[in-house]
């Protein structure tokens, strides 16, 4: 049962946009807010000015911004995503 709402700004044929949303099912996540940036250079901007980042994926559990792939199997190993996801 999902209890925090997950958002992933994305882009198209992104390898660890794919990891990451494959991970998350794993961990029990049936839905995420997808935005794809590359639809819309506003959004891009959007996620640029929220995270300072350019890459994606950028992932928020909840408001809690995480980072990308890595950050988010970092945060897994550190036994620290149970607890952002509400476990």
């Not at 819309?40 to 901007?45: G, H, I, Y």
């Amino acid at each position: 049962m999902q209890t925090v709402h997950i958002k992933m700004y994305t882009g198209p044929y992104c390898p660890y946009c794919t990891m990451a949303k494959q991970f998350l099912k794993s961990q029990g996540i049936t839905e995420i807010e997808e935005i794809r940036v590359d639809r819309s250079p506003e959004l891009f901007a959007e996620m640029q000015q929220i995270t300072g980042q350019r890459s994606v994926p950028q992932i928020f559990i909840g408001e809690t911004h995480v980072g990308g792939f890595t950050d988010l199997y970092a945060l897994h190993n550190q036994g620290k995503l149970d607890e952002l996801l509400g476990k």
